[in-house]
């Protein structure tokens, strides 16, 4: 085919800007072909991205290639549209450019350029697409299109493709030509916008791994770190057979292993870990029986498996264990993750609650006090304590052992023999706790060296063989003071702050319960007392009533019969004596109440100590006379001082009373004197003396030494004189030997203070 012009004629309306001559050799009317390729080419290498290609392609192959241009590109083995132009609309970019049309489908298939003039149906078919366009394609009168196949190394890499609907821009040959000239400039362009894509792809994915990469480092510290701290036991494995096992810190230290060490126990004997799982009834689990060896040999969760922990020999506490199965791809097992949570403390609580609900039912149960001791120090092993001891006053007032229980029976005749044995001297921790009432916590009893004095070594060895080594001691308080002391010892563990806690709250129990029992004990003691005082007051008051009635019936008759005055005058006088008796005997009920009610009331004033002790000598002369006792006085006179008269009056009246009605008959000596502190009066007799037994409580209340058929009395006068003495400021003691007689000895200071 020769060389052809095509020229474009001037239509009306349209500006005059030179027109594209492709095809002008001589440049009469426009660049020429090679200047045109020269120019596009240089532009097109100079593209780096699709659009500035078709930009290019729009300005420079437009209007010398045709009004219509699209450039279709392969994508992973697809021919896409990439992007087209319409004149007059411009550039259309992306898909919405349409699909490929046949034609290009047809020469990205052959690898041939095609050119079809028309017009004909054939152009429209031949541009249509398969998403069914072609009805809009036949009404827009297009005339010829080509497609040339855009090649590199020859390899397919897209089609561009050119059409006109304007008989001026008619294709042929030489338009052909210059396309297929064109087309390894648009490849060229397409494949460095293809790589630059690549290249910024590549460096996008680079981008994003360093970020990924980024990101999974933070969230494996934030992962060990929570590892770390986390309160929660945490162990992994990855293997089915569990023969390797990884701990976080919080396990280790649970188990008391080292971090890196492999803490399963599914290794041979001699590798293993010193632990032990012990299931409800004690019984250590076997490898296999293990929650993480069953999630993982089954692939199945094993969840709250609550074990006993023991490590190195000691046991550790309650946890429970959950441990759930990794599974692989195909949903089988490749290992599992458990989690191990400590109950110890939370169960502690809930077993210290209920035993503290059930020991108070047991302890209140009895209104004994011995057996409420005794169920107190019971009740104790083996729940808190291998060996419990309960020390407290004895009747006598020393101090001592009052019920012990041991959790092994057969050790319980050596804990009562050691306890019985047991030495409290002055300083040592229990003697203390029993004189401040503060409880003590000794975790580790080999540090409490006075704990271990003992020179007996027969006993050092029954000490021994109970093997205590953490001790509690608990004193038990009331409003009275301490009552006793719980001390409880074990051998199995050491006690915490917990056990010492839970220990004193048990003893409050315990205490309410023991104080309960000894009010009820008291208050029927008081009943019978009171019932038996009853007894002896009407006894007492029926006496001197019986011989007041005698006394006044003989006066009756003989002033009837106006009889001897010698006989009268002695009946006068019995009648007066047991006149004063009975007002003695109702003024101590009366002074009973008023000192128990604190109203017993004292006028202070200044007196004369023996001058009051002859006085009462003298008052009582007829009586001493009558029972035959001889009354010496060895007074320091004047005794001077501030003291309520007629209340001393009453004490020293008491003392000689007791003196003539216990004396036997046998002399009484009275003596007063000065002290560095005040004034001292003893009432000395050589009758039936007191039992050493008795000493402490003839000062009580009712309380009487002597058998009620023998000798009258309320057993009031001394409780009454200690009162008085005590408020005068004084003390009243008493020092006697049964059949010796007895000094009654009152100190007083010389005034009352304040
Ligand atoms: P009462 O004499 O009415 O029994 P007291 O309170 O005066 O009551 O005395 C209490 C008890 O002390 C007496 O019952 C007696 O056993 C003993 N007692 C008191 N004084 C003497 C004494 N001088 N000698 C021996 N026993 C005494």
New binding site residues.
Partial sequence: MGARRILREKQAGEDDAPRVLPHSPSGSGGPSRGALLGRMSRELAACTQLSDVFRCLGQWAMPALGDWCDLDVLRDGMLQRAAAFRAPHGAIHGPSGGPPSRLAQRVALMGRAELLRGPDEQVAVALSSEAGDLSRLQGIGLLDCLAVPLLLGGQLVGVLSFATREPALRLDEDTLSLAEDLSGCVAFALETDRLRQALERSHHAELRAETLERELQCQAADFKTLLDVIPVGIAITHDRDCRHIRQNPWFARMHEVPLDANISLSVPEGERQPIRYLDTHGHALRPEELPMQRAAATGEAVLDVELDLEAQGQRRGTIVVSAVPLLDEGHHSRGCIATILDVTARKRAMEAQRFLAESSAVLSSSLDPEQTSRTMARLCVPALASLAVFYGRRSDGTLGVLSVAHEDDSLQPIAAEVSRHFPIPEGHPLREAMMTGRPRLIPVLADEPSWFKSRDEGLHRLRQRLAVRSVMLIPLTTAHGVVGVLALGTHARTYSEDDFTFAKEYAAHATYAMENARLYREAREAVALRDEFLGIAGHELRTPLTALQLGLQRLARQSATAGDAAELSKWVATCQRQGSRLSRLVGDLLDVGRITSGRLPMVVEEMDLSALVEEVAARMGPELEKVGCGLVLKLESPLTGSWDRSRLDQVLT??VS??M???QGRPIEVSTEATAEGVRVCVR?E????SSG?LSR?FERF????PERH?????????I?KQIVTWLGGHIRVE?EQGR??C?TVELPRRVEG
């Fill in positions: 008491n003392l007791n003196a009605k216990y004396g007799d009758g039936i003396g007191i008795d003839i309380e009487r030494a002597v000798y009258g009395g309320l057993g009031l006068g001394l409780w004189s006697s007689g007895s009654f």
